[in-house]
């Protein structure tokens, strides 16, 4: 969990030149990180069909609840 900031996870997942998007979902107990989850979310021009892709997902000690909780955000 060192450098796992918001706009450090966006840079890590964004893809030059993609039209893609990097959505960083944070969950925060006492202002520490416990986990985080990226979404990458494309839409394709020729179908307009929106995709959406879970990309990571880093929860200490693997706690349920706050997988369960990114999970659902995502």
């Not at 796992?4 to 030149?17: D, E, K, Y």
């Not at 969950?27 to 989850?37: S, V």
């Not at 892709?53 to 955000?73: F, T």
Request: net charge neutral; proline share 4%.
């Amino acid at each position: 969990m060192a450098e796992r900031s918001p706009r450090c996870l966006q840079w890590h997942f964004t893809i030059p030149g993609s039209a893609s998007t990097a959505v960083v979902l944070c969950y925060h107990r006492f202002a520490r990180l416990i986990g985080y989850a990226v979404v990458r979310h494309t839409i394709d021009h020729k179908t307009s069909l929106r995709t959406g892709l879970l990309a990571n997902i880093l929860v200490e000690q693997d706690d349920p609840d706050v997988i369960a909780s990114l999970l659902e955000a995502a």
